[in-house]
């Protein structure tokens, strides 16, 4: 296989010699994935929609005659692991671009370190700290506050309750801050927020906190916590005697398999908040959830999603960046990407300060399956 | 909503109790601060879920995991504090043991689970709440109430009114004299460890059942509870376990309930200290002083 | 009865008994006496089976001690009543006599609670108290009661007047003549070398973990080191005292 890559690669080069217009080389891109370890999931899960968006690449999209050559690699959830990948893929493999990980350690750990080599990485970490005061290093989801952003506009546009309740978990900044953002903008608008209780993620008993929720009957109950905690939390209110018209909203972690799976019928018209709507925003969308259920057997996830969105980007990139891409076009050409298509977000995205900016999608559960919601 | 709070800070409470218990028991009689106790506590809940994800009913899935935690805990004595009780003096050396056998254990469950949280399948127990002065009560908080009282019920009995619990508070109150008059402390050892272990075990699949989350770090804020109803109850007293886990969890409830959640914790703590001020030995913490005079 | 050959035993390390030999017969009560830390303490949970032993032998009704669990030495009829009592203080005393019946094993009992009860009237009248609210003499009474439900066929005693009032220690001492005179095989450990002289039938005397001295407890009372070292400075109270 390796060998004929090699051969179409050579015989491109010749047709590019000979006609000297079009100059068709192979790119390298290195990815240093979760594979195992603690993050073995998601990075598992983006690893997959990567390499199905290369595939894709390769077979139908115009890279001004290139072809991508893609090296997935084990970062082990590991930090020194992740070093040492990165450092073989620029030095010794001489790729063009590196797919950093999936998780903002990692990725903080080896930005800098990117940033001095000058190569390319991209990463799918959440962190807006990975691209800060750098030039090399490229975000391809969007940050959390736009993120957060869009589900507050469609609970007070769409869904417009009178009273709320916010619940977020206080060992946590990321969810801290998801939660204040989500507040901030629905009480512009006109929400009140009734109360606002905190939990830690290692708690696991709601019922006192339950109970205080169901005595004050909220329109609607917002959850800033991890998957698991999101589900449990909302079984525990809907034991407790929840009305079942209370609206309940959360964030990304609860348009996730993990919730849907933990809790079960509890889990139904509850609002959450993805990149990647189910089913395809747009024929792209289509042609990738056939793809990576042709190859692996089971539908795609929001992270196989993003995977599939960051190779797309690199393609793009690639193109954009013109005859004989080197690292540096091709990094010029990425920060430059707009409107470009994508699956993730409406359909369009642009590169703004090397961070993609695209609209997230709320998505609601219906039959216990996540679908886009209504209004949107 | 006062009412619906206070029983549900009875059946938290009823949770602390019972995990309190096993914890107390087997520091009163032998002095032995098992602080592997929570790891125990969420061994026995995984049992409990891998039993049920093999297909058999939940009352063998109780039973197996409570025989497993049971001589689980007999093994962490026998490989982690007795070779340390043959040197003598060693409460410190133990307590180090088990916190080793804590991490071993939390470590183990770690790698088994993926350090995913797993839950009992859906439908496995009766949800649906009935309803009693007005309170919303769910089928598993009257279990979990029944299942304390019983315990505490059993224990006492088998403590205060058979001969095998004479030897056991024997044993607590004065080893040698003990062994003097013909209690074989090894067996004491292995009946106290197991019944500890047992406890513990069903304190984990009640939990894992009531609160949906069965993970590897499950056991820690419940050691911790355990510790303070240890200190508040007064160290060894099995009353004062009950009483002081009771007190906890409605405590804990109504501050949840009435005061910003943030401050929970600082109002609890802040209750055990004021508690221990006016009484520095707990709540029932005298007879444990004699007991201790008694052994010097 | 009880045979103990060349015992060697150490605690905490130090050599605590350098080959003691002793004997008591059935129905003998031997007196052992000696100075603090002579090894007295140590050669009687040497028997008991608390303190291992380093080399010689204990036979008890030629059976070999050594190398048993000291539950199963009582559980044989060779009852320990510990110094300083040691009764169980969390306990009822009622809940302490039951206990002493764990010794029994497959044995019948040569005493029931009744008779210990009628041995030792405060006894009965306390008997749903905490152990730990009884007096010293109180307890001392425990102690010896709680041994008898065991069926001893010897009784070992370590200084059971330690701590009690004069008063409380004839009573006492009045009790373990009463139940050696019913058949019961006593070896006594005391410190208060001139009471012990005065009930036991023989006597040994223990210095820094050997037997210096033994006979006929007269003989041993009279022996005159014996008076100097440990009844000398008691010449006073042996005066009021004397035997008659």
């Known amino acids: ?376 | 909503m006062l009412a619906q709070q206070l029983f549900n800070g009875l059946v938290l409470g009823a949770v602390y109790a019972l995990f309190a218990l096993g914890f107390n028991l087997v520091f009163g009689v032998h002095k032995i601060m098992n602080l592997a106790h929570g790891a125990i506590f969420m061994v026995g809940a995984f049992v409990g879920l891998y039993s049920v994800t093999l297909g058999l009913p939940l009352w063998a899935a109780f039973l197996i995991a409570m025989v497993f935690t049971g001589l689980l805990s007999v093994m962490i004595d026998f490989v982690a504090f007795r070779p340390l009780r043959k040197t003598g003096d060693a409460e410190f050396a133990m307590l180090i043991a088990s916190i080793g056998v804590e991490m071993i254990l939390v470590n183990l469950a770690l790698r088994a689970s993926d350090a995913r949280t797993l839950r009992f399948p859906f439908g496995i127990v009766p949800v649906e709440p009935f309803f009693l002065f007005g309170m919303r009560i769910t089928p598993l908080q009257f279990v979990i109430a029944a299942v304390a009282v019983l315990c505490v019920t059993l224990l006492a009995f088998y403590l205060y009114r058979t001969s095998f619990g004479r030897q056991v508070r024997a044993v607590s109150s004065n080893e040698r004299a003990a062994m003097l008059l013909g209690v074989e402390p090894r067996m004491i050892y292995l009946q106290t460890f197991f019944i500890s272990g047992l406890l513990a075990g069903l304190a984990g699949v009640l939990i894992g059942l009531a609160f949906n989350s069965i993970n590897f770090s499950m056991g820690e804020p419940y050691l911790l509870r355990g510790f303070v109803v240890l200190i508040l109850g007064g160290l060894g007293s099995l009353r004062g376990a009950v009483v002081a886990g009771l007190a906890l969890g409605i405590i804990q409830t109504l501050s949840v309930a009435y005061f910003p959640t943030g401050l929970t914790d600082i109002i609890v703590y802040s209750l055990l200290f004021a508690v221990l001020l006016v009484r520095p030995n707990g709540l029932f913490g005298d007879a444990v002083s004699d007991a201790r005079v008694a052994r010097r | 009865m009880l045979k103990i050959d060349k015992l060697t035993a150490s605690y905490s390390g130090i050599t605590a008994l350098h080959g003691v030999s002793l004997t008591v017969s059935k129905g003998e009560m031997v007196a052992l006496i000696g100075a603090n830390g002579a090894g007295k303490s140590t050669l009687l949970n040497c028997i008991s089976g608390i303190v291992p032993s380093d080399s010689g032998q204990i036979l008890f009704n030629g059976q070999e001690l050594s190398g048993r669990r000291p539950a199963s030495i009582a559980r044989m009829g060779l009852l320990q009543v510990p110094e300083g009592r040691q009764i169980l203080s969390d306990l009822s005393v009622y809940e302490n006599l039951q206990l002493g019946q764990l010794a029994l094993g497959n044995r019948s009992p040569t005493w029931s609670h009744e008779q210990v009860v009628e041995l030792f009237p405060v006894l009965g009248a306390r008997q749903n108290q905490r152990a730990g609210s009884l007096s010293g003499g109180e307890q001392q009474m425990l102690a010896i009661g709680r041994g008898l439900m065991g069926a001893p066929e010897l009784l070992l005693l370590d200084e059971p007047s330690l701590g009690l009032a004069p008063k409380i220690v004839d009573q006492v001492f009045s009790v373990l003549t009463r139940l050696n005179e019913a058949g019961l095989t006593i070896l006594l450990v005391e410190q208060n070398a001139r009471r012990a002289l005065q009930i036991a039938s023989r006597a040994y005397v223990l210095e820094r973990g050997m037997v210096v001295h033994s006979g006929p407890a007269d003989v041993v009372a009279a022996d005159k080191k014996v008076v100097t070292y440990y009844l000398g400075n008691l010449a006073d109270a042996a005066s009021q005292d004397q035997p008659a």
């Open chain 1, 1 to 376: 296989m390796r060998k004929l890559t090699l051969g179409l690669a050579a015989s491109a080069t010749l047709i590019a010699s000979s006609s000297m217009s079009v100059h068709a080389a192979e790119i390298l891109v290195g990815v240093a994935a979760e594979l195992t370890g603690l993050n073995a999931n998601v990075g598992t899960q983006t690893a997959r929609g990567i390499e199905v968006g290369v595939e894709w690449l390769n077979a139908n999209h115009d890279m001004n005659g290139n072809t991508i050559r893609l090296m997935i690699e084990d970062n082990a959830t590991d930090k020194a692991q992740s070093m040492t990948l990165l450092n073989k893929f620029a030095l010794r493999d001489n790729v063009h671009v590196v797919v950093g990980t999936s998780s903002s350690i990692l990725a903080l750990s080896i930005a800098p370190r990117a940033e001095e080599l000058q190569v390319p990485m991209i990463t799918s970490a959440f962190a807006p700290a990975v691209v800060e005061g750098r030039k090399w290093v490229f975000k391809a989801s969007d940050t959390p506050a736009r993120m957060f952003q869009s589900i507050a506009n469609y609970t007070a546009d769409v869904l417009k309750p009178e009273t709320c309740v916010r619940v977020y978990a206080r060992d946590n900044e990321a969810y801290v801050e998801q939660s204040n953002v989500w507040a901030r903008i629905v009480k512009e608008k006109g929400v009140e927020i009734v109360d606002e209780p905190s939990i830690l993620l290692s708690d696991t008993d709601f019922t006192a906190i339950a109970t205080r929720i169901v005595d004050l009957d909220p329109d609607c109950l917002h959850l800033a916590m991890t998957p698991e905690t999101s589900a449990n939390f909302v079984i525990q209110t809907k034991s407790a005697g929840l009305d079942p018209d209370t609206l309940i909203i959360g964030g990304t972690t609860m348009a996730t398999g993990f919730f849907l799976d933990a809790a079960g019928e509890a889990a139904e018209g509850t609002y959450s908040l993805a990149d990647y709507s189910p089913g395809g925003i747009n024929e792209l969308g289509k042609t990738f959830e056939a793809a990576y259920e042709a190859k692996f057997g089971e539908k795609p996830d929001n992270f196989s999603a993003v995977g599939f969105a960051e190779a797309l980007v690199i393609g793009q990139a690639i193109k954009a960046a013109g005859d004989n891409p080197t690292r540096d076009s091709i990094r010029e050409a990425m920060a430059g990407l707009k409107d470009v298509e994508t699956i993730i977000g409406n359909g369009t995205l642009s590169m703004v300060d090397q961070m993609a900016q695209y609209q997230m999608n709320v998505l609601t559960v219906e039959d216990g399956q996540l679908v886009r919601a209504p209004g949107q």
